[in-house]
């Protein structure tokens, strides 16, 4: 009887995954379509879109399953919703990848993707008898993950931001890496004071220019706080840790840690300065090795340390994490697509994307060059939010506004205590 009675309970659990898995769509079965259409973010002839065409290539070759892959480029999100407004469903793809936020947003808003949990620890890693969500940085899945918990999206890269800094000016001159802001500041003053300018800054690349500020408040105020107070739900006077974020601005600008001429610098010019041993430091996302591998000296050393903390942080240990992810729509053959991302994640294939100087998502992957302290900074993360804090999403107020005001701090054309009350006013002003 027990036995019988564990029987039925298999079948059960059985019949229930199969149901779990016909809700992203029907298994092509062994008679079933042999054929998957991709469409990537990607540009045909990008270094990332040929590395991506060979484990395609291979991929066919070995399973007979023919890809469609279409590169879009970065609309590639776009091009999918005027798809489905036309109606032409028979023309959608089964996979899409771009930014994991951009992904979720969608997911948010249309419901387009198929929920991956279940599917992938039911889904054993190619070569391997360890399930395929289980190879995954645990930090990397959950950027993958939607306001209702569950995984829409597997990460392909995984980046975070940093402070990025000269491994050879530190050690010749004796100065440490620091942990805390009040360190931080006083490697600042070391180098001032050697005549090497503390940290490259791009004083007119709006992307950049808010950063500083955003990754401050994150930790000092909690992200919460600071898209609250984009929201014009709390007034920027109403926390003392808006100020004193501030502050810390207005004191690297007054302490003249930033490069000469800061003020006109425009991407990239400042990053190359750094990496040319202009300065000693440079605040950026870890795409950025990758994006210098040609401005790079061979005999350059390049780490990275997190943001410093400060005393009292409302959300200390808050770390940025972001990527670029798979997403398999909810009509699709999701065994059979999520086959064919399982086949990406072989050794062979994420070695020669970390060789690209791009951080790999998985637990053992191997690092990238300048980026071996990464998975330490998102191992120690008490916490995680997405790039800039996703301050984005508040569109003209985040360009109009926000970074305007700040720039104006970090050009020193306002003290602290102005910024304040400047956000303060422009803020009730917008959303009046």
């Not at 469903?89 to 929920?115: A, R």
């Not at 105020?221 to 609250?228: I, K, M, P, R």
Request: hydrophobic residues 40%; aromatic residues 12%; negative net charge.
């Amino acid at each position: 009887m027990k036995r019988a009675v564990r029987k039925a309970v298999a079948l059960l659990l059985g019949v229930l995954l199969l149901a779990s898995c016909a809700s992203c769509g029907a298994s092509s079965g062994d008679g079933g379509k042999k054929e998957i259409t991709y469409w990537s973010f990607m540009n045909e002839g990008e270094p990332v879109q040929k590395w991506m065409q060979t484990f395609i290539d291979d991929y066919e070759k070995e399973t007979g399953v023919k890809i469609n892959v279409v590169w879009c480029g970065r609309d590639v999100l776009i091009k999918l919703q005027s798809a489905i407004a036309s109606g032409s469903s028979e023309d959608l793809p089964d996979i899409v990848d771009q930014m994991n936020t951009t992904v979720l947003t969608l997911q948010e808003s249309d419901g387009l993707f198929c929920p991956l949990d279940e599917l992938m620890k039911q889904t054993k890693a190619y070569g391997s008898e360890t399930p395929f969500y289980d190879i995954f940085d645990e930090t990397a899945l959950n950027a993958g993950r939607a306001s209702d918990g569950k995984l829409y999206c597997i990460p392909r890269e995984m980046y975070t931001s940093a402070v990025f800094y000269n491994v050879k000016m530190f050690e010749e001159n004796g100065v440490s890496v620091p942990t805390t802001w009040d360190e931080f500041m006083d490697v600042c003053e070391q180098f001032k004071a050697l005549g090497i300018a503390p940290i490259a800054y791009d004083g007119i690349f709006e992307e950049y220019i808010p950063w500083w500020y955003i990754r401050s408040c994150e930790r000092m105020v909690g992200v919460d706080t600071l898209q609250a107070a984009c929201r014009g739900e709390v007034a920027w006077s109403s926390n003392s840790r808006f100020l004193e974020a501030a502050q810390d601005m207005q004191a690297l600008v007054d302490n003249g840690y930033f490069q000469e001429n800061y003020e006109g610098a425009n991407w990239p010019s400042s990053q190359i300065y750094w990496v040319s041993g202009g300065a000693a430091m440079y605040y950026c996302g870890t795409w950025l090795p990758s994006e210098l591998a040609e401005s790079t000296p061979e005999d350059y050393v390049m780490d990275i340390f997190s943001f410093p903390a400060h005393d009292d942080e409302d959300a200390p240990g808050v770390e940025e994490v972001w990527g670029n992810y798979w997403a398999i729509l909810k009509d699709a053959d999701a065994e059979l697509a999520l086959d064919f991302i399982n086949y990406s994640f072989q050794k062979k294939y994420d070695d020669a994307k970390s060789d690209m100087i791009i951080p790999s998502p998985l637990k053992d992957g191997k690092p990238a060059a300048g980026l071996e302290s990464q998975s330490d900074i998102l191992a120690n993360a008490a916490s995680t939010c997405e790039i800039y804090g996703d301050l984005v999403q508040y569109g003209d107020y985040y360009s109009n506004i926000f970074t305007r005001n700040i720039n104006d701090l970090m050009l020193g054309k306002m003290t602290a205590e102005e910024f304040i009350g400047k956000m303060d006013a422009d803020t009730a002003n917008y959303y009046k």
